[in-house]
C-alpha cells in the first residue's frame, strides 16, 4: 500500500532532480526527451491524480500499478541523485558516460510519464486498456488476465511458453526492448508499445 507520505516523499525527490537539473552549467538540450519539461509533467500529473482521489486514497493506495509506479519513481530519483552525486564534475561533460546516463534516464522518465498517462487518462484508473493488436491482446489475457502490470519473470516465463527464445541474450535484448521503464515489470501499455 502507498501512502499519502510515500506519494509526498516522491514529490520531495522530483523536486531534487528537478533542481540539479536546472544547474546552468549542465546546459541541457531542451530536445525530447528534456528532463525539465517531462518531471514537472510527471508531478502535476500525479497532484491531478491524488486531487481525484482524495476522497478515496485508499483505493487507489491499493492498485497494484500505482503501489509499483510510485516505487519506481523514487527509484528512478534517486538513481538520478546518486548520479549527479557519484559523477561529480564529470555530468557536465557532454560526452561523459555519466551524461549519456542522464540522457537514459530522461527517456525513463518519458516513458513512466507516457505509462502513467495511458492508464490515469483524465486522472482516474482504466485498467481496461485496449492493446492496439488483436492477437497481442488476446496473447496478454489468456497469459495475465484482467492485469495492467506484471512482473518481468512472469511476463518472462509467459513469453517463453509461447514463443521460441534462443538465449538468454535474446532474452535479455526482449527485456531491454520491452520493459521500457526499467523497473523489472511489464505494464500492459509497455507490452502495447513493444507490439
Known amino acids: 500500500m502507498v501512502d499519502k507520505k510515500c506519494v509526498d ?9 528537478v533542481r540539479l537539473c536546472q544547474q546552468p552549467k549542465l546546459n541541457l538540450k531542451a530536445s525530447p526527451p528534456y528532463i525539465l519539461d517531462t518531471i514537472p509533467d510527471i508531478y502535476e500529473k500525479l497532484q491531478g491524480i491524488t486531487a481525484k482521489y482524495e476522497e478515496n486514497y485508499d483505493i487507489l493506495s491499493e492498485i ?10 523514487i527509484e528512478k530519483c534517486k538513481q538520478t541523485i546518486n548520479l549527479f552525486k557519484n ?8 560526452d561523459s558516460d555519466a551524461r549519456f546516463r542522464l540522457v537514459k534516464l530522461s ?10 498517462e495511458a492508464l490515469f487518462p483524465q486522472n482516474t484508473f482504466v485498467p481496461s ?14 497469459n495475465f488476465g484482467d492485469s495492467v502490470i506484471v512482473s518481468w ?8 511458453q509461447t514463443f521460441r527464445i534462443d538465449s538468454d541474450t535474446q532474452l535479455l535484448a526482449l527485456q531491454t526492448t520491452i520493459d521500457i521503464t ?8 509497455e507490452f502495447d508499445v513493444f507490439t
Open 153 to 160: 519473470q512472469l511476463f518472462k516465463n509467459s513469453l517463453i
Open 87 to 94: 559523477s561529480k564534475e564529470k555530468i557536465f561533460d557532454i
Open 9 to 17: 516523499f516522491c514529490y520531495k525527490y522530483l523536486d531534487k532532480v
Open 107 to 116: 527517456l525513463v522518465y518519458s516513458h513512466l510519464l507516457n505509462d502513467l
Open 64 to 73: 497494484d500499478y500505482f503501489q509499483i509506479y510510485i516505487l519506481t519513481l
Open 182 to 189: 526499467c523497473n523489472n515489470y511489464v505494464s500492459i501499455f
Open 129 to 142: 486498456f485496449r492493446i492496439t493488436k488483436p492477437n497481442a491482446a488476446h496473447w496478454w489475457v489468456t
